[in-house]
């Protein structure tokens, strides 16, 4: 009995066919419905850290960055989340490097797959998160 490899089982092939659903519709809904008129109310949880701290986490602000994204309003995203923008610009390249690896082999390289480049961006995380709560006037434009 031959042993398949696991990127060759036809469940995980399709497995991300299955993803795509749930991932459609929740992109759907963030585009119909914009977080900054809902409050909290629908399916947009305020944040927990916020509430508890009244501190900005990295995640402030990214569902009103995601529903301006959706619709091409970069400088509105970026004033509501800059780090959302980057993960956008990330997952962008990471479609790119699958999409490349599986249809020109010959010129793949994915930078995600590096240790100093996961590094990096925790460490930007982070950066973000402390900066962005400085009571400081270039800091203050980090908040959401």
């Not at 900005?56 to 990214?62: D, I, L, Q």
């Not at 999409?99 to 995380?125: D, E, M, Q, R």
Request: hydrophobic share 50%.
């Amino acid at each position: 009995m031959a042993t398949r490899k696991w990127h060759q089982h036809k469940y995980i092939k399709y497995g991300y066919l299955l993803l795509a659903i749930p991932v459609f519709f929740l992109v759907r809904y963030y585009y119909f419905n914009d977080p900054e008129v809902a409050k909290g109310e629908g399916i947009f949880p305020r944040c927990f850290f916020h509430l508890a701290t009244g501190l900005h986490c990295p995640g402030c602000g990214s569902q009103r960055a995601t529903h301006d994204l959706l619709h091409l309003r970069i400088w509105d995203a970026l004033k509501h989340n800059v780090m959302i923008v980057i993960v956008a610009l990330v997952l962008i390249a990471k479609a790119y490097a699958v999409l490349s690896k599986k249809y020109f082999p010959k010129y793949y390289y994915n930078l995600g797959h590096t240790t100093w480049f996961t590094v990096a961006l925790v460490i930007i995380v982070f950066l973000y998160w402390i900066l962005r709560n400085v009571p400081i006037f270039p800091f203050t434009e980090l908040a959401p």
